[in-house]
Nanobody, 123 residues
Framework: QVQLVESGGGLVQAGGSLRLSCSAS????????MGWFRHSPGKEREFVAT????????LYADSVKGRFTISRDNAKNTVYLRMNSLKPEDTARYYC????????????????WGQGTQVTVAS
């Protein structure tokens, strides 16, 4: 089973940028579609972005399209989420997830989850 650890979160001003990393261990992530999700108090966990095993295909939530970029480096066993033009409504705990089948936006379809990293965007 793969284990996931997120990092890179923090406090940033609106309009700023952050890059989240998701480091995997235990197994190579090249066998997994990977996704980023976020959860804020009072809301359900929501899909942010996903990337195929090869990295060729990506999908984004409408709310982050054009601002966030998901990427992966299978050689480093790491997935990234570059977040630009951050808004206060992006404040949430961000989770990395792995799926042994193809990529999907469905939260319930992912097999493995990290513990998350907090992102706070100040207005």
């Amino acid at each position: 089973q793969v284990q996931l650890v997120e990092s890179g979160g923090g406090l940033v001003q609106a309009g700023g940028s952050l890059r989240l990393s998701c480091s995997a261990s235990g197994r190579t992530i090249s066998n997994y579609a990977m996704g980023w999700f976020r959860h804020s108090p009072g809301k359900e966990r929501e899909f942010v972005a996903t990337i195929s095993r090869s990295g060729v295909s990506t999908l984004y939530a409408d709310s982050v399209k054009g601002r966030f970029t998901i990427s992966r480096d299978n050689a480093k066993n790491t997935v990234y989420l570059r977040m630009n033009s951050l808004k206060p409504e992006d404040t949430a705990r961000y989770y990395c997830a792995a799926r042994s089948m193809g990529m999907t936006v469905l939260t319930t379809a992912y097999d493995v989850w990290g513990q998350g990293t907090q992102v706070t965007v100040a207005s």
